[in-house]
């Protein structure tokens, strides 16, 4: 019985999930609601996961916070080539800019580098009979993806990040942000 539920849930998950993305634009630049949502404030969020789960669309609390995966090529992200800064979807925070994004092929938006040391926090992950380092939010500490040695130079990483979780902002809607 149990199990079956759970099979519920998920399939109402995927399919929450894909509906969501057929509606979402590819440019999300819509500005979050909640108070702790923020791109130029660092100081560390901690909400409960109960609390998230009332701000959050399901498709970005199943990733972000029960380290869900999105599917691959679901992504509008995933082939986005224009120039910008990729946010946190769930604080704000700063993670990556476009000229570190390269194509991977993997399905996932991908970078070589982010924006800084303390945007991201790594943490062993030996799930799913995988060595993995699975990457998190440095601000709010939500799931993002993981990190792997085959990336290009000069790093050598790839970021596999989930789009969902990605707040992408272009590079002239980003200085104005930084201006006011
Ligand atoms: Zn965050």
Redesign the pocket.
Known sequence: MKRILVLLLLATGLQQCSYSQTKQQPMNTEQKKHPVYSNTDSSK?TVANDEWKKILPANVYSV?REKGTELPWSSPLEGNKEKGTYY??????A?FVSDTKFESGCGWPSFYQPVSKASIIYTPDNTHGMERTEVQ??????HLGHVFDDGPPPTGLRYCINGV?LDFKKAQEAAAKYKQ
């Open positions: 969020v972000a946190c979807a769930v604080c704000g925070n993670l939010c440095g601000r709010c500490k939500s979780v």
